[in-house]
């Protein structure tokens, strides 16, 4: 294994930009509360902690959320399970979750539940860090900390990082997989025994993340090999013979895994999704679109395909020439082109979603800047040809990076303020509200059409109806209509309860918003980084207080 020379400079310059990073990743991890789908994992995770799996029904609040009107799906109702995602984000987020159960301060409570995720989302980034020391030459370091800087500079893969969801979790297994797919197929410095079993292992543990993931790394790593012959051959490097021992742990992830998608009946589902929300050639199209356009915006596409194509350049003037890089240098190569595959193939996969949303493609951010790191290093170590230097590639590749980096100082300047600044949700304003008014918020009917596991998590009240139960024999202590797509079907629920029974106005101070905070970037509802305060009161959310409950020694005054 190759070590990194002892270089003060590279070492402070690493301590810095770690420091700067942890900052980023950790900094403010308390706000706001959870949104919707954060608390949808910490409530499934508290079923495990009482019945041992995420059960739908715990006698008081149903656990179904599913936007498919057909009856049942998602829901292994033979033993009330919910198998809409797979289990594997619900019991890693166990630990924390039970940890936070005898912590009263809701926002240190959401800080340790954030936190695992968080940490081993960024040991993942680190991974890919660790692999391109491996592929440079002796004395070579300055890549590892232009890896670091992109990172840094990816707002939307920190904010995914922070999230308590499978995002993080997919971004660490798929480091994995890649480091060790690289040490198999790139350096052959471990045997197939070790290499089979621990992508088989890893790629078992992904199922029960995303079998979308999984099949995408079906694909990279079974078909990878005729990809890199294809380019190698075009340029006349030395290609590798293709071992088929590769295909081993894919065919036996495959075997093993099929109870798991058996279990979540991940193909009855799919179908029905595909029925309810089917996809076109058009929409196909179009999430294609946006994760170019993403990568666009948010991180350096036009810088990685100028590299890219600046490579590419270099190559075949070696080619005319006859030349054949080094062993080394050419193993970078391979490297790169590998990324340069996951990024085409996942994005093909993940395309085929009914929805596409940031988060579904978030964990080929750091294999973006993996591969273009090593797009960069390669061209200041092939670009010299017959005495030329490589520096005249690097004034142009340092001209699309500034020019590229305009159109992210509001996102940086925006992510600055919110970890240090406290941000404040619609939820977070709804529970203090809450908390501060009524004395025992568990015994409490709370009506809402948003983010009801975010209440149900913090305080416990009965909020989650089963599907189809008579409203009228319900009479809420509090009604919190949210305004979203639903907000049309949803007015005439809010107004039988009104005319039911008797309802007094509470404007909060924040805006409305249908999230508590959200990573989105491309679609709304995107992420905010400043608290949206109302201009007006009335302009606040709108609660709706039941007149019996205020008139009971319930609430506080």
């Known amino acids: 294994m190759k ?9 402070l310059g690493l301590i810095f930009i770690s420091i700067l990073i942890l900052i980023s990743v950790f900094a403010n991890l308390s706000y706001p509360l959870l949104w919707g789908d954060e608390s949808e994992t910490t409530v499934f995770a508290q079923r495990i902690i009482q019945y041992g799996f995420p059960k739908v029904h715990d006698g008081r609040n149903v656990v179904n959320l599913t936007m498919i009107p057909e009856k049942g799906i998602g829901i292994k109702e033979s033993i009330d399970a919910w198998i809409h995602l797979p289990w594997g984000q619900y019991y890693f987020a166990v630990p924390g979750v039970w940890v936070a159960e005898g912590i009263k301060d809701i926002y240190l409570k959401t800080a340790v539940v954030r936190f695992p995720f968080a940490l081993v989302g960024l040991m993942g980034v680190l991974v890919y860090a660790f692999l391109i020391s491996l592929f440079l030459k002796k004395g070579d370091s300055g890549p590892i900390l232009i890896y670091l800087f992109f990172i840094l500079l990816s707002v939307s893969l920190v904010l995914h990082l922070r999230e308590v969801r499978i995002y993080s979790l997919i971004i660490f297994l798929s480091s994995l997989i890649t480091y060790f797919y690289c040490r198999w197929h790139f350096l052959k ?5 070790k290499y089979a079993l621990w992508q088989t292992v890893l790629l078992l543990f992904m199922i029960n993340l995303s079998p979308p993931v999984f ?16 380019t190698l051959n075009f340029f006349r490097q030395k290609n590798e013979a293709y071992d088929p021992k590769e295909l081993r742990p894919l065919g036996l992830s495959l075997l093993l895994g ?29 999430h294609l679109l946006r994760i170019v356009t993403f990568f666009w ?10 590299s890219k194509g600046f490579l590419f350049a270099v190559l075949y003037l070696k080619k005319k020439k006859g030349l054949v890089i080094d062993d080394s240098l050419l193993t970078a190569f391979r490297v790169s082109l590998f990324c340069l595959f996951t990024l085409t193939v996942f994005s093909f996969v993940i395309s085929r979603m009914p929805y596409l949303l940031d988060r579904y493609y978030i964990n080929l951010v750091p294999v973006f800047i993996f591969g273009l790191v090593l797009d960069l290093y390669l061209i200041f170590k092939l670009s010299s040809i017959e005495g030329n230097s490589s520096y005249p590639y690097y004034y142009l590749l340092l001209f699309v990076f500034i020019a590229s980096s305009f159109g992210k100082i509001g996102i ?5 303020y919110e970890i240090s600044h406290r941000y404040k949700g619609p939820s977070d304003t709804v529970i203090e509200y809450i908390r501060g008014h009524f004395k025992n918020p568990r015994n409490l009917i709370v009506e809402t059409n948003l983010e009801q596991t975010t209440l149900v998590y913090y305080l416990g009240s009965f909020v989650l109806r089963e599907p189809g139960i008579n409203l009228e024999k319900i009479e809420p202590d509090i009604i919190v209509p949210r305004n979203y797509i639903d907000s049309a079907d949803y007015q005439p629920v809010v107004d039988g309860f009104l005319k039911r029974n008797k309802y007094r106005k509470v404007y909060l101070d924040v805006m409305d918003y249908p999230v508590n905070n959200i990573p989105e970037f491309s679609l709304m509802p995107r992420h905010l980084f400043k608290t949206n ?18 008139d009971s020694n319930q609430f506080i005054r």
């Open 297 to 306: 915006r948010y991180d350096y596409l036009a810088l990685a395909v100028v």
């Open 258 to 286: 099929l109870p798991f998608l058996l279990f979540y009946e991940t193909f009855y589902v799919s179908s029905v999704f595909s029925k309810y929300l089917p996809i076109n050639i058009f929409l196909y199209k179009e």
């Open 533 to 550: 305060y109302a201009k007006n009161i009335e302009d606040g959310l709108l609660l709706y207080l039941n007149e019996k409950t205020i």
């Open 3 to 11: 070590f990194i020379p002892k270089n003060i400079w590279f070492y």
């Open 412 to 416: 940086w300047s925006g992510h600055i």
């Open 215 to 230: 099949l995408s790394f079906v694909l990279i790593l079974g078909f990878f090999p005729l990809f890199e012959n294809l």
């Open 189 to 193: 410095n471990i045997t197939i025994g």
